[in-house]
C-alpha cells in the first residue's frame, strides 16, 4: 500500500495535506478505500459547514457498506471535491489526489500520525 510521507493520518483512515495557512485538504487513505471495496457514492457537506474534529462530515458507499468519514480538523469547510461527487470511483484509482474537501481550521494537537506510524497502526 501507497502512504505518502508528505501527509499526515488519521487513526480513522483520512489524510490530510497541510495547504499553509490554516488550509487542509482531507481525503481516504489507500488503506481505506481498500477495506471499502468499490466506492459508488459519496455525500459531501457544503462549503461553510462546520467541522469538528472526530465527527463525521461526509459518508462512502461502496458495494459492501456505507461509512463516515471524521473529520481531522476544527474549522470549516471552504470547498468541496465536485469531480469526486460525479466520479466516487475515482477514490479507488486515486486516493491521495482524490480529496473530498478543502477546509480552514486546525489540527489538534497530537491526533494526526506520520506515514510511517500509520502503517504501524493499519499493521496490527
Known sequence: MNF???LKYATSHEWVKDLGNG??????????????G????????????VLEA???????ESVKAV??????VNG????VNETILSAPETINKTP????????EGSVPEGTLLSAEEYEVVISK
Do not use: C, H, M
Request: hydrophobic fraction near 40%; proline fraction near 6%; charge should be negative.
Open 54 to 60: 472526530g465527527k463525521s462530515f461526509a459518508d462512502v
Open 4 to 6: 505518502p510521507s508528505e
Open 23 to 36: 488550509l487542509f485538504e482531507i481525503g481516504i487513505s489507500d488503506f481505506a478505500q481498500k477495506e471499502l
Open 67 to 72: 461509512s463516515d468519514i471524521l473529520s481531522p
Open 76 to 79: 470549516t469547510v471552504k470547498e
Open 96 to 103: 491521495y489526489e482524490s480529496w473530498l474537501i478543502r477546509a
Open 38 to 49: 468499490d466506492v459508488v457514492y459519496v455525500n459531501l457537506p457544503r462549503a461553510g459547514d
